[in-house]
C-alpha cells in the first residue's frame, strides 16, 4: 500500500499508513524520527550563501572598491634584475692547484649557491650600494637622526631587494624595486659589481693573511733545515765516509763471507778431529781415509798375499824349512812396515787435525770483530738515515713553503671569472606593483571566500531551531509542520463572521470578505498540514486529547492550538479547545470572546464543565473553554482534576485540545502530558535554543508522554531552505484566482 501524500509536507515526513489490524499495536511509542547524525548537505550550504547573498554582495564589492582604490592610491614600483652566472668549473688561480678545474658534486653545488646568496644580502655587499644611492632614506628605514646613527653601526637590510636562483641553474638573479626605474637598474647592477669586488677582496684579504703567515713560518723552517743539515754533515764527518749505507754494505757480505769460511772450518775440524780419535785408537779403517791411505792398503794387501803364502809353505815344509822360514821373515818385514805406516798416518792426521782446529779458532776472532764492526757502524748509520730524512724533510718544506708563497702572491693579483655578470640590468618600462587587475581578483576572491566563510559560521554557531532537517538531525524529533511568520499579529485572531456557519479567518490584510467560500492563506493551508500530519500518524491508536506546548513562553503555542482547533471543526468534527495556562490565558483574546467563567471554576468545583462551553462561532463544531479567574488553587488542582474531566469530555468530542503552559519551569505541564494521547511542542523559529527544546523533549520523553511531533513557528524565508513551499501556497492561490470558475 502506497505511503498517505498531504499537501504541503515534504515527502521524508510522509507518514507510512497504518498497520494491519492482524499485527498487534504497539504499547507505547515516541512519536520520534531516528536519522542518522549526518553531515549538513551541500545544499543547505548554497541555502545559507543564498540568505546572506545581499550582504555578502555588499562586503564583496566594499572589499573590492576599497582594494581598488588602495591599489590607484599606491606608488608604483620599477623592478631591474642583474643575472650573475656562477661557473664553478673555472680555476681559481694561475698557478698551482688553484689552476686546476675542480669538479664539485650537485649537493656542493646547491650549498655554494645557498651560500653565494646570502653573501650578496651581507652588509658587506650591501652597504656601500646603500649609501651611494641613500637607500635607507629611499626606502623610509629612516626618519630621524638617531636612526642614521643607529644605522651606521646596524647591519644594512633592504627591503626591497631580492636575491634568487632559478631551478636547476647556475644563475643567481638580483632584483631591486624602486619608483625609480633608472635607480633600480643602478641599485641591482650596483650590488652585483659589489658582490664581485667583495669576493676579489675576500680572497686577496685571505691570500695576504696566508702570506704573512708562512712568511712568519718559513723563518723558523730556515733556521729548523740549517740545524738538520749541520747534524747531518757531523755525522759524515766521524763516520769518515761519504755514505755509510755503502760501507754497512761492504762489511755485511764480508760478514757473510766469514760465517761461510767458519761453518766450513768448522766442518773440517770436526772431520778432521773424527779421523784423529779413530786413528789414535788404532782402526784401520780410521788410517785409510788418511792421504797415506793407498800405501797402507798396499801394504796391507802384501802383508795378506805373504800370509796366505805362508800359510801354503807352512802346509808344506816344516818349521825348519828354509822357505818356511823364508816365507816368516817376509811376513815380519811386511807387518813392521804396516805398523810404521800406520804411525806415519796417525801423525799426519794429528797434524791435519790441529792444523783444522788452529784455522776454525782464526775465523771465529774474524767474525766476531767483524760483527762488532758491522753493528758499530750499523747503530751510527740508523742515526745518520735518521738525520738525514729529517734534514731533507726540513729542506722540502722549507722550498714548498716558498712556491706557495710565490703562488700566493701571484695568484693573489689573478681575479679570476667564477662569478661573473651575465646579464646587466636594464631600466624598466612597465610597473611590477600595483597591478591593479591581480588586486582586484585577489580581493574578490578572498572576500568571497571570507564572507561565505562568515556565514556559514555565524550559521554553525546559531543555536535556535530554524529548519526542520536541522531539527530532525539534532534533535531526533518527528517535525510536524512548519507555519510562516505573520508580520500583523492581528491577522491571527479568529473572530466571528457573518454570512457562514463557519468562522472565517482574515487575510494578511486583516480584512474578511464574508463570503461562506472562504479562501485558504498560505497559514490555514499549514495550519491544515499539520493537523493531517498529526492525526493521520497512528490508526491504530486514535488521539482524542492533544496537548500544545512549549519550551518557554512567547513561542505561539496557543494561536497554534486555536488554529488547529478551527481546523479540526471545518471538517464537521466535534473540537472542544480547553485553555489550561491559568497563568497566562489567551483563548479568549484570540477568539475574541470574554474571559467570564472558565477552567478555573471548573476546577474549583463552582459549575460543571458543561456550563463553563462557549461557542464563538454560531452553528459551527468549535467549542471553547476559557480559563476563567486566576486562581492559584485551581493550578494546582489542573493535573489531578482535569484528567478525569478528559474522560467523560472526550464521549461528547472527536478532539480536546489542550492549551498549556510551557514545560520549562511549570509543573501542570508534565502533569497533563502524561494524561494526554499526544502533545505538540511549537517553537519558535530562529529564537527558541535548542538546547531548551532538547530538554522539554527529554522531559517528555522520561515521563512516557506521545510526543507526535514538533511545530515551527513564525519561520521566515532566511530560517529555511523549505520556505519555498509557502511561495508555491500563494502562487498556486493567486492562479486560481485568476482562472475563470
Known amino acids: 500500500m502506497e505511503p498517505l501524500e498531504y499537501p504541503g509536507v515534504p515527502k521524508s515526513l510522509q507518514v507510512a499508513p497504518a498497520r494491519p489490524a492482524a499485527m498487534p499495536p504497539p504499547a507505547v511509542t515516541f512519536s520520534r524520527v531516528e536519522t542518522e547524525d549526518l553531515a549538513l548537505p551541500l545544499s543547505h550550504y ?4 543564498r540568505r546572506h547573498l545581499g550582504a555578502i554582495a555588499a ?3 566594499v572589499v573590492t572598491v576599497a582594494a581598488a582604490i588602495v591599489s590607484l592610491r599606491l606608488t608604483p614600483m620599477f623592478e631591474s634584475t642583474a643575472t650573475l652566472y656562477v661557473d664553478r668549473q673555472e680555476a681559481k688561480g694561475v698557478v698551482g692547484q688553484d689552476s686546476q678545474v675542480t669538479n664539485y658534486s650537485n649537493l656542493d653545488d646547491e650549498a655554494f649557491l645557498a651560500s653565494q646568496i646570502k653573501l650578496i644580502q651581507s652588509d658587506s655587499v650591501v652597504r656601500p650600494v646603500a649609501e651611494k644611492y641613500s637607500l635607507l632614506e629611499r626606502e623610509g628605514q629612516i626618519h630621524r637622526e638617531s636612526d642614521t646613527l643607529r644605522a651606521k653601526n646596524a647591519p644594512i637590510v633592504l627591503k626591497r631587494l631580492t636575491v634568487t636562483r632559478p631551478p636547476n641553474t647556475y644563475l643567481v638573479q638580483v632584483t631591486y624595486r624602486s619608483p625609480d626605474p633608472s635607480l633600480a637598474a643602478d641599485v641591482a647592477n650596483g650590488i652585483a659589481d659589489s658582490y664581485i669586488e667583495h669576493s676579489y677582496n675576500i680572497r686577496i684579504l685571505s691570500s695576504n693573511r696566508m702570506s704573512k703567515f ?4 718559513i723563518e723558523e723552517l730556515r733556521a729548523q733545515m740549517e740545524a738538520s743539515s749541520a747534524r747531518l754533515a757531523q755525522l759524515e764527518r766521524e763516520l769518515n765516509v761519504v755514505n755509510p749505507e755503502e760501507k754497512t754494505n761492504i762489511l755485511a757480505s764480508r760478514l757473510l763471507q766469514l760465517n761461510t769460511e767458519y761453518t766450513k772450518a768448522q766442518s773440517d775440524r770436526v772431520r778432521a778431529e773424527a ?7 788404532g782402526a784401520m779403517e780410521a788410517a785409510r781415509v788418511s792421504g797415506q791411505g793407498e800405501e797402507l792398503k798396499k801394504l796391507t794387501q802384501n802383508l795378506n798375499d805373504a800370509r796366505q803364502k805362508f800359510a801354503e809353505v807352512a802346509e808344506r815344509y816344516g818349521a825348519n824349512h828354509q822357505e818356511y822360514r823364508q816365507a816368516q821373515a817376509v811376513i815380519h818385514e811386511l807387518e813392521s812396515q804396516v805398523n810404521a805406516a800406520r804411525q806415519g798416518i796417525a801423525g799426519e792426521v794429528g797434524v791435519e787435525y790441529q792444523e783444522a782446529l788452529d784455522r776454525e779458532a782464526m775465523l771465529e776472532k774474524d767474525v766476531a770483530d767483524t760483527k762488532a764492526d758491522y753493528d758499530k757502524l750499523n747503530l751510527r748509520s740508523f742515526e745518520y738515515q735518521r738525520a738525514k730524512r729529517e734534514a731533507e724533510a726540513d729542506k722540502n718544506l722549507y722550498e714548498e713553503l716558498v712556491r706557495k708563497i710565490r703562488e700566493a702572491g701571484i695568484n693573489a693579483g689573478f681575479q679570476n671569472n667564477t662569478v661573473r655578470i651575465a646579464d646587466g640590468a636594464r631600466p624598466a618600462w612597465k610597473q611590477v606593483f600595483p597591478k591593479l587587475w591581480l588586486n582586484l581578483l585577489l580581493a574578490f576572491l578572498l572576500s568571497a571566500i571570507l564572507a561565505s566563510g562568515l556565514a556559514i559560521l555565524v550559521d554553525t554557531m546559531d543555536d535556535t531551531v530554524r529548519d526542520p532537517e536541522q531539527v530532525m538531525r539534532t534533535l531526533k524529533i518527528h517535525v510536524a509542520g512548519t507555519l510562516p511568520s505573520v508580520k500583523n499579529p492581528t491577522d491571527l485572531l479568529i473572530r466571528p463572521m457573518t454570512g457562514g456557519l463557519l468562522p472565517l479567518i482574515p487575510g494578511p490584510n486583516g480584512n474578511g470578505s464574508g463570503r461562506t467560500d472562504r479562501r485558504l492563506t498560505t497559514y490555514d493551508e499549514a495550519i491544515r498540514t499539520i493537523r493531517s500530519s498529526v492525526l493521520l500518524a497512528d490508526f491504530d491508536r486514535r488521539i482524542k486529547t492533544l496537548l500544545f506546548t512549549s519550551a518557554t513562553a512567547g513561542e505561539g503555542k496557543s494561536t497554534t492550538a486555536s488554529h488547529f482547533a478551527c481546523a479540526h471543526a471545518e471538517q464537521n468534527q466535534r473540537t472542544l479547545l480547553i485553555d489550561c ?12 470572546i470574554p474571559l467570564g ?3 478555573s471554576n471548573v476546577l474549583n468545583g463552582e459549575l460543571g464543565w458543561r456550563e463553563a462551553i462557549n461557542h464563538p462561532f454560531p452553528g459551527s463544531s468549535l467549542s471553547v473553554i476559557t480559563a476563567g479567574p486566576s486562581s492559584r488553587r485551581a493550578a494546582d488542582l ?3 482534576v482535569l484528567a478525569n474531566l478528559l474522560e467523560d469530555m472526550s464521549r461528547d468530542f472527536d478532539l480536546i485540545a489542550l492549551d498549556a503552559p510551557p514545560l520549562l519551569g511549570f509543573a501542570e505541564s508534565l502533569q497533563l502530558a502524561a494524561t494526554a494521547d499526544g502533545v505538540v511542542v511549537v517553537t519558535r523559529a530562529g529564537d527558541t535554543n535548542r538546547k531548551a527544546v532538547a530538554a522539554a523533549v527529554a522531559t517528555l520523553n522520561h515521563l512516557r508522554a506521545n ?7 513564525q519561520v521566515k524565508k532566511n530560517h529555511s531552505d523549505h520556505y519555498y513551499y509557502y511561495g508555491y501556497y500563494g502562487k498556486y492561490y493567486k492562479r486560481y484566482e485568476s482562472e475563470p470558475v
Open 46 to 49: 548554497l541555502w545559507i550563501l
Open 59 to 61: 562586503f564583496v564589492v
Open 214 to 217: 708562512m712568511e712568519r713560518e
Open 275 to 281: 779421523v784423529y780419535l779413530s786413528t789414535k785408537g
Open 581 to 592: 495556562d491559568l497563568r497566562r490565558p489567551s483563548q479568549h483574546k484570540i477568539h475574541g
Open 597 to 599: 467563567v472558565g477552567l
Open 638 to 640: 489542573l493535573g489531578s
Open 707 to 713: 510526543v507526535v511531533g514538533l511545530v515551527l513557528n
